[in-house]
């Protein structure tokens, strides 16, 4: 019965994800598909000797050239905050490469262009703002006026914009003379921030918990040697137009090539974008099951993740139907490859028999193969852990629940406790969420309440309590359905069993043949019905669309009782941590049960 609702499922499925595809193909879920992007962050001198500018341009052109070989389906994205120097010369590489460059100002530009002297250089920067999509930062401290930034503020500005593109990178390039300084903001101190999260003066503390030890894939420098016009008189510490990878590993620090667990990263996200495109030239259709923001004012950065998380739910479904067809279909070639076995040995030695045995072994190798060759249940596990924690970061950001600063996201240690591979999924989020971050929604009612009805439900519009509170139930029958036929076959075989033992010359040979086959066919049916269940985790789903069931619950209660907005947001921060923290143990549990060869 399972492996037919199963199959039933998958072809309603089919159908409805055509109709999901042609939505967001056609823009109606507010802004375009986006395939996730590598981003490229860029620190470094505005002092630049002359003579080496065209060296770092070659090197720079060279690094595009080389990540769009190496991951053809990812588009590369570079953001920079158009300082003079280094950050132009980046984004002029990038543009005349074909890259989209998004331009991260630390302060309004107005602001901005008196730190630059030349009317050529206040030219180049709006010739270049003109070319790029343009973010700008909130303020960082307290200006003393409202036309001016001055002092420390202006290089907390600085700082902030420094961390917030390490933050939201995948690599940063650092064109760099390697020495360190003291310097607030400074390309030094946001190497260093890349690497171990910290910034001294701002970001000292970080907690020590067992994730301070875990590795990280946010932490890859991508460093250009270069000279400074005001050049220190210590010597230097790298020649001029070297280049590396440069990552805290203790062992190779440096290297030529990138390191391999940095290309398994982004092998995984180039796959993502592989399965999006091929995924999107079938169909032709996508709507959202996810409400639109009221706003207009949140609607763009919002719909960003919004549309992340689209493209990555109906991924998730799609493999998800997959496995559970090549499961079913597995079983269920099994019962049959065992019962053809038994009407050959105990009824007749008729050849087609063995050759329908030999048939459903081979398929069932073959769909068991295929399955493991392509991913299917990897893909799974990982588009739905990545759609979950989107659905986290979208509502979060439209109700107004932001990170620390410019420092800390909701995404920096989900699934930090599993492998490193997993990393891509925080890199999709990185991306997806760089507007949210860089302009955050205001602490608006609408926003709270939008969230709160759409994420927790609402009378109108059922949201995860009711998803989880009914998959409850629905797994909970399943579950006893399956018991109930499960010890059924089971004690079948065993009366059969006895009619056979205690009555066996009572019975006719032509009875006695169908009565062994039938003790052979109840065992098997029970064997195969708790198989499938464990390789499904069936009563492990349950018992998480339980507990997920319970938290959204307490959720909803502890915002009925809350007297203000703040303990409100303070409640769905809660459950965002809790939703992603869930997540991370539901992976752990379904990793290892992937349709096997040798399970059959």
Request: with cysteine; net charge negative; aromatic share 8%.
């Amino acid at each position: 019965m399972q492996v037919a609702r199963a199959v039933l499922r998958a072809i309603c499925y089919f159908r409805y994800s055509i109709v999901r595809v042609k939505h967001i193909m056609q823009g109606k879920t507010g802004c375009p598909v986006y395939l996730s992007p590598l981003v490229i962050g860029v620190t470094g001198h505005r002092d630049l000797v002359a003579n080496e500018i065209d060296g770092i341009r070659l090197r720079i052109a060279a690094l595009i050239d080389e990540l769009q070989r190496q991951f053809p389906n990812t588009p590369i994205r570079m953001m920079t905050a158009l300082a003079e120097g280094a950050d132009r010369i980046a984004a002029t590489a990038a543009l005349d490469s074909g890259l989209e460059v998004q331009a991260i100002l630390p302060m309004p530009a107005e602001e901005y262009l008196k730190d630059f002297d030349s009317a050529e250089s206040k030219a180049e920067f709006n010739s270049l703002c003109e070319r790029c999509e343009v973010l700008t930062l909130p303020i960082a401290g307290e200006p003393s006026n409202n036309d001016e930034i001055r002092g420390a503020d202006r290089d907390l500005c600085y700082a902030n914009a420094g961390m917030f593109i390490s933050a939201h990178c995948h690599i940063l390039l650092a064109i760099w003379d390697g020495r360190h300084s003291e310097s607030l903001g400074g390309t030094s101190q946001i190497v260093y921030f890349q690497h171990f999260d910290r910034l001294p003066g701002i970001a000292e503390s970080v907690p020590r918990t067992s994730l301070f030890l875990t590795d990280d894939e946010s932490d890859l420098v991508y460093h250009i040697s270069c000279s400074r016009v005001r050049e220190p008189d210590e010597p230097k510490v790298l020649e001029p137009l070297q280049y590396s990878w440069f990552t805290t590993d203790p062992d190779v620090p440096r290297d030529r090539s990138m390191p391999r667990r940095y290309v398994d990263v982004f092998n995984r996200a180039d796959e993502f974008n592989a399965d999006v495109q091929r995924f999107l030239k079938k169909q032709d259709e996508l709507t959202s099951s996810e409400a639109s923001p009221p706003d207009t004012r949140m609607r763009e950065p919002s719909m960003r993740v919004r549309n992340t998380f689209d493209i990555a739910d109906v991924l998730a479904n799609h493999f998800q139907k997959r496995v559970d067809v090549t499961l079913a279909a597995i079983y269920t070639l099994a019962f049959l490859a065992g019962l053809t076995f038994m009407l050959y040995s105990e009824v007749s030695d008729l050849q087609p028999l063995i050759y329908a045995f030999l048939a459903s072994l081979l398929l069932g190798l073959v769909l068991a193969t295929l399955a493991k060759k392509r991913q299917w249940h990897r893909k799974y596990l990982d588009y739905r852990v990545l759609a979950e924690g989107l659905r986290v970061q979208y509502y979060r950001s439209i109700a107004g629940i932001h990170g620390e600063g410019h420092t800390k996201f909701a995404y920096d240690n989900f699934l930090r406790q599993r492998d490193m591979e997993l990393g891509w999924i925080r890199n999709v989020m990185r991306a997806a969420g760089i507007l949210t971050d860089a302009q955050p929604a205001d602490e608006s009612d609408d926003g709270l309440r939008f969230a709160i009805d759409n994420w927790i439900g609402s009378k109108e519009r059922p949201g995860q309590l009711e998803y989880y509170r009914s998959k409850s139930l629905q797994r909970m029958k399943m579950n006893r359905l399956t018991d109930i036929v499960t010890l059924a076959c089971l004690w079948g075989g065993i009366v059969v069993a006895c009619l056979l033992a205690f009555f066996l010359t009572d019975i006719g040979n032509d009875k006695r043949d169908s009565l062994i086959i039938l003790m052979g066919v109840l065992p098997l049916i029970a064997g195969i019905a708790e198989v499938y269940t464990q390789r499904k985790a069936d009563r492990e789903l349950t018992k998480q669309y339980q507990f997920m069931e319970n938290v959204f619950s307490n959720a909803r209660r502890r915002l009925k009782e809350a007297t203000n907005n703040t303990e409100r947001r303070e409640v769905l921060q809660g459950l965002g941590d809790a939703a992603l923290s869930e997540h991370a143990e539901w992976i752990l549990v379904h990793r290892e049960r992937q349709p096997e060869p040798a399970g059959l």
